[in-house]
């Protein structure tokens, strides 16, 4: 589905009518291409006085070439200044020296200036401690606070960018290259105002340009949309692809399958015996599972028919956790396997006209939170990843107005495309993402609905 409106507001004829009448000009967002190899294309700004910055500097010459610091001096890097330096792709600020209110406004010092100085779809990322790690209570409460500052940032920084907090925890720090990758590139380019906890994690990611080598990965739902884009993502990402959907989607299955070197597997997965036949044809094992398939059946609760409400609840919530099951009962999955289960933000915020689907988009968060305990003693981590209105046949089918609304309610103006969906999964399908298990990562622009 096409977005008219942000096409026009980028022609010529429409910036100029646009900006007359004050409307609302989103930018096309900058995302990820195949062959790209640097993460960052252009300057990255590192400042902050916190511990963590020691951790990143030894590979941040490997996300960009162009390294600034915001002190002469500071980790031997060229001083970035607003009156001399280059514009700023993204934006690196240590925030976990912080422990003391009057500091806080060492956030308003270094970010005051340079937001004058973004490029276009600049990437921005505070580091801090989880609030609950630490034992003076002031300095949990200054930690807790940047939620609300890198939060407020993202509604404020416009021109395509995004900005995200990530909580290292003692011991994470080696993953965060595999955090900053995903983060300060385009293949966040859709996600912002996102606060992730990076935990231990005794998996390596050995070759950048194909992270997941080696590994077998399942999609559920791959025939199309979200699907097809997680299996392409997942497939140029050096994983072996197994793709899954009903048996009437089969021809597209097996025809993407065949271009992604992948094999496709026709299966309803609310059938009894879906389990059974999903374990037989994984017989090699599988690291990493994506559940995808989903389904909406809209309707108000007044109207809700039992059968509208049991096909969302059995394809959205049962059969994830029905299969995640039977592939861990029958060691199928594999230690330090990775799971991700695909949510929805109306499973965070509810929508008028979707108890049935935000129930079961709930219950896969709920999934995630439950089972990323017991899985962990594998070494096996679970998330769920929550879009927001991402351009798909699913979306297409939203009435006009209600539909202009999804795709405006949020701070970068516009809907996502799959794409945006498919890096998140990704990143999370990593061996490295270990380090995060019963999250959830908002796929949305900092969508406005359950903020
Ligand atoms: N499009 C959005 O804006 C959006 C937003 C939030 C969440 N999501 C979620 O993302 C996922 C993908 O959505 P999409 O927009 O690509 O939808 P889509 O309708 O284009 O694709 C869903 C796929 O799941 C498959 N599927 C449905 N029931 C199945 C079953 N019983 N067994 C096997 N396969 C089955 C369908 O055949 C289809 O190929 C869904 O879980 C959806 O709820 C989408």
Sequence with gaps: MSDRYLAFANSTAGRRLVKTLGLPAPLPLERWRGGRTRPIDGALLIGGEGALNEAVVPFAHKLTDALYAAHEGQHALPRWTAEHGPRLKALLFDASGLTRFEQLIELRD???????????????????????????????????????????????????????LIYVGKGAEDQLEGALRFFLSPKSAYVSGQVVRLGRCSEQVKDWTRPLAGKQALVTGASRGIGAAIAET??????????????????????????????GVALDICAEDAPAQLVAALADGVEIVVHNAGITRDKTLAKMSEGFWNAVIDVNLKAPQLLTQALLDAGTLQDNGRVVLIASISGIAGNLGQSNYATSKAGVIGLAQAFAPVLGKRGISINAVAPGFIETRMTAGIPFTLREAGRRMNSMGQGGLPQDVAEAVAWLAQPGSGALSGQVLRVCGQSLLGA
């Design 110 to 164: 270094f970010f005051q200036p340079t937001f004058k100085g973004l490029a276009n779809c600049p990437r921005v990322v505070l580091l801090g401690r989880a609030p609950e790690s630490l034992k003076d209570p002031i300095a949990a409460s200054v930690q807790r606070s940047l939620e609300g500052f890198s939060r407020s940032l993202g509604k404020e920084i416009r021109r395509g960018g995004g900005v995200q």
């Design 234 to 263: 997942l497939a140029r990402d050096g994983a072996e692809v197994v793709l899954l959907d009903v048996p009437a989607a089969k021809d597209a299955l097996d025809a993407l399958a065949a271009r992604l070197g992948g094999r």
